[in-house]
């Protein structure tokens, strides 16, 4: 499994950005798929998952502001991110979990600064 983040970049506080995680390979193992984020100096943060039902849980920080979501014609999961704070700041990542294994995307970089 493959998975490509994109999307990431520059946004003022209380703009919106779009994440997008294209998955490739054998995605007919995957339970559930996460975004994942990390700002300097913290640890690694699981933001928002999706399984193969689109039931959805959120991190109680971005509740309310994120949603992901899955494209199956596209073969992407998608973040949103709404409202944004200073504190969003950090490098997301996608991930896609299987019964044996967890597989990482390289990170997308988001900035919220004005």
């Known amino acids: 499994v493959q998975l490509q983040a994109s999307g990431g970049g520059l946004v003022q506080p209380g703009g919106s950005l779009r994440l997008s995680c294209a998955v490739s390979g054998n995605t007919l193992s995957i339970i559930y798929w996460d975004w994942y984020r990390q700002a300097p100096g913290k640890e690694r943060e699981m933001v928002a998952r999706?399984?193969?039902?689109?039931?959805?849980i959120y991190a109680e920080a971005v509740k309310g502001r994120f949603a992901i979501s899955r494209d199956n014609a596209e073969g992407t999961v998608n973040l949103e991110m709404n409202s944004l704070k200073p504190d969003d700041a950090a490098v997301y990542y996608c991930t896609a979990r299987s019964r044996n294994n967890r597989y990482w995307g390289q990170g997308t970089q988001v900035t919220v600064s004005s």
């Open positions: 999706i399984d193969t039902h689109d039931s959805a």
